[in-house]
């Protein structure tokens, strides 16, 4: 049925009585100023407000990003969910909170790609436009990365959740921490020890943070590929998104040449994440989603190079 042939029978209300009809009522009195030079300030009030506040700010939102990669595709169009903060000290009510987003729309209309060390310039700016002296800015967002068959070599796209929070204080400058989750495949060596056939296998979740070094330089080393890098070439198998069936018998080959418990994987995850120079410290987590139970398996440690030198 096209647009002229639907019988349109039903004498509906106009749009103003409709909403009238469903409670809408006519605005009353208007007492208080619309122009902001006379409006009430009261995040701005100050008095003795009992305590500091660590952090304040905003949270869950959705921007379109783009961000770098030396791993294909190298610009990446993406959606990131931020949140920003800052401190407040007890003799202030609140914070300003549209400046939050005033400046995220400001460096978007600049082309705001979202790298470490734009996303510094950005909290001490943001610093600079809160009156305050420290700022925090995270920002997640999932990272593409190619993908070829180990035999076939077909390519798909694969992807990993990344996170990048940067903390700015006037006094003590940047702490930058990345996260990484990407997913493996472990196979049970316990299971392929006791069984007659087989062993168990299932989808492992590795989660690494690491705060990088002061000198870390993105240009060179993009933190992405080596954490995920981490995270697979010590997995029983990697995962793919296309396999023809050479490609499924090599990984379901390698796999059961590499056993793995969660406890092996954080060990040899913290191993490489140790030998990377642009870790300052770390902390690793694996979750297997189990294929024999409905729990999964969880492992984590952490480390902190730092603590070596004491
Ligand atoms: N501080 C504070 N602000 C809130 C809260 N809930 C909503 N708001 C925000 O208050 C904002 C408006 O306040 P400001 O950002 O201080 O606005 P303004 O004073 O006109 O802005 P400036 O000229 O930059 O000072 C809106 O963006 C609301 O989102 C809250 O719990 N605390």
């Excluded at 020890?193 to 296998?201: D, L, Q, R, T």
Aim: some cysteine; overall charge negative; proline content about 4%.
């Amino acid at each position: 049925m096209n647009q002229t042939e639907l019988n349109k029978n039903k004498q509906l209300p106009n749009k103003e009585e409709r909403h009238k009809l469903f409670g809408s009522v006519t605005p009353g009195p208007r007492t208080k100023p619309v122009e902001k030079s006379k409006m009430a300030d009261l995040q701005n009030s100050k008095k003795d407000f009992l305590f500091d506040i660590d952090m304040v700010g905003i949270s869950n939102v959705k921007h379109p990003i783009t961000i770098p990669s030396q791993l294909t595709p190298e610009i990446q169009t993406t959606i990131g969910t931020f949140s920003f903060g800052s401190s407040i000290s007890q003799g202030s009510k609140g914070t300003n909170m549209s400046r939050f987003t005033e400046q995220l729309d400001h460096y978007h209309r600049q082309g705001f790609a979202v790298d470490i060390e734009t996303l510094k310039k950005f909290t001490e700016e943001l610093a600079g436009r809160l009156n305050e002296s420290d700022s925090e800015i995270e920002v997640s967002f999932p990272w593409f990365f190619e993908r070829k068959g180990p035999y076939s070599d077909l390519a798909g796209m694969n992807y990993a959740d990344a996170t990048i929070k940067v903390l700015y204080d006037a006094e003590t400058g940047f702490d930058v921490t990345v996260t990484l989750t990407g997913k493996i495949t472990t196979l049970c060596p316990c299971s392929k020890e006791i069984s007659e056939y087989s062993a168990h296998n299932q989808r492992g979740n590795v989660t690494m943070s690491v705060k990088l070094t002061e000198d870390f330089d993105e240009q060179t080393i993009d933190w992405k590929a080596a954490l995920l890098e981490a995270a697979e070439s010590n997995a029983s198998a990697r995962i793919h998104p296309v396999l023809k069936r050479p490609d499924e018998k090599m990984v379901t080959e390698q796999a059961y040449e590499n056993p793995r418990f969660v406890e092996d994987i954080v060990r040899l995850v913290a191993a490489d994440l140790y030998e990377y120079d642009f870790v300052e410290a770390f902390s690793v987590e694996c979750r297997n989603e189990e294929s024999i139970h409905l729990h999964d398996a969880v492992a984590s440690l952490n480390y902190d190079k730092k603590s070596e030198a004491q």
